[in-house]
């Protein structure tokens, strides 16, 4: 990398949440230009309790503390990504992925959209810029974004996307439109003072 290129460049944290078996894990390596760091661990007696497998009951192993991965998006812009854990016993770590986060992607599931109502409210409370993709299952019947807004009762300036896991350029798309909007909702909370007076 040469020396103008190392100065203009960026790195931002993203998160990557969602409900219990919803495709976070999948999403970090289907776009990672890095062999992805994963904490999948198989699923046990002792989490059935605990772990709810509805819709995804084929799902042997979780995530118990996070994924890793990183995209390039531009010569100059890194996206470094962290996949949350989904079940609500490992949500204590939540707090310390979302350090210096620049934003989320609350990946959801329209078999069960109520899972995904944690991870937006904890973005909610927290004003951490958000979007909602909805991952694409085969053999599920397809759901307009606004008809999932609605359901979700998320703020009309809260994009809903489509996307596809399992699909490198789906997955990009998502987090291409997460910095943007993220950009878009920090520069709204800028103090007017902030932005330079026009000339006149």
Same mark, same amino acid.
């Given at each position: 990398?040469?020396?103008?290129?190392?100065?203009?460049?960026?790195?931002?944290?993203?998160?990557?949440?969602?409900?219990?078996?919803?495709?976070?894990?999948?999403?970090?390596?289907?776009?990672?230009?890095?062999?992805?760091? &994963?904490?999948?661990?198989?699923?046990?007696?002792?989490?059935?309790?605990?772990?709810?497998? $509805?819709?995804?009951?084929?799902?042997?192993?979780?995530?118990?503390?996070?994924?890793?991965?990183?995209?390039?998006?531009?010569?100059?812009?890194?996206?470094?990504?962290?996949?949350?854990?989904?079940? &609500?016993?490992?949500?204590?770590?939540? $707090?310390?992925?979302?350090?210096?986060?620049?934003?989320?992607?609350?990946?959801?599931?329209?078999?069960?959209?109520?899972?995904?109502?944690?991870?937006?409210?904890?973005?909610?409370?927290?004003?951490?810029?958000?979007?909602?993709?909805? &991952?694409?299952?085969?053999?599920?019947?397809?759901?307009?974004?606004?008809?999932?807004?609605?359901?979700?009762?998320?703020?009309?300036?809260?994009?809903?996307?489509?996307?596809?896991?399992?699909?490198?350029?789906?997955?990009?798309?998502?987090?291409?439109?997460?910095?943007?909007?993220?950009?878009?909702?920090?520069?709204?909370?800028?103090?007017?003072?902030?932005?330079?007076?026009?000339?006149?």
């Amino acid at each position: 990398m040469d020396s103008a290129r190392s100065d203009s460049f960026m790195a931002l944290k993203i998160l990557v949440a969602g409900g219990f078996g919803v495709g976070k894990t999948t999403l970090v390596g289907s776009v990672s230009e890095i062999r992805p760091l &994963n904490t999948e661990e198989r699923l046990t007696e002792a989490g059935r309790p605990v772990d709810r497998l $509805d819709g995804v009951q084929q799902k042997t192993t979780t995530t118990v503390a996070m994924d890793f991965g990183r995209i390039t998006i531009h010569d100059d812009l890194a996206l470094y990504l962290f996949g949350t854990p989904g079940q &609500n016993r490992f949500w204590f770590l939540w $707090d310390e992925l979302a350090q210096g986060a620049l934003g989320a992607v609350v990946l959801a599931d329209t078999r069960r959209l109520a899972d995904s109502f944690a991870a937006i409210d904890y973005f909610e409370h927290r004003s951490i810029p958000f979007v909602v993709a909805v &991952n694409c299952f085969d053999g599920v019947r397809a759901h307009r974004a606004e008809e999932v807004a609605r359901a979700l009762d998320l703020d009309p300036a809260t994009p809903v996307l489509l996307c596809d896991a399992r699909e490198r350029a789906s997955c990009k798309e998502v987090l291409i439109g997460l910095v943007e909007h993220a950009a878009s909702a920090y520069e709204a909370r800028m103090p007017a003072n902030s932005v330079s007076p026009s000339a006149g």
